[in-house]
């Protein structure tokens, strides 16, 4: 039996694929943090120096799609720790 090799289109294939994957989870990542933003809008999620930057302040849409992607997880994090911390409960459980 004979290994078949991949061609140029094959990787082409694959690649554009991937690209879409990874579209699709930034725009995920992204409507995730607009959302967290829009419930929670008195979070803090960064700080500069002595200035707190709260949720409020980075709820729009073209400004959360035009911030770096780690940074945007980050501020997931944030928001959802705070509510952990804050409000006793986690955005992905339910307790009963």
Known sequence: MANKRKTGN???TEYNELQNKVDVLKS???????DLCTKFP???VASMGD???KA???NSTLYIT???INDQIKY???IE???LKEQGFIQTTMWF
């Open 10 to 12: 094959d990787y082409l």
């Open 56 to 58: 409020k302040t980075i």
């Open 51 to 53: 200035v707190v930057i």
């Open 42 to 44: 008195d979070v803090p």
């Open 81 to 83: 720790e705070y509510n």
């Open 66 to 68: 035009s911030i770096n």
């Open 28 to 34: 995920k990542i992204s409507n995730r943090l607009h």
């Open 76 to 78: 997931i994090q944030a």
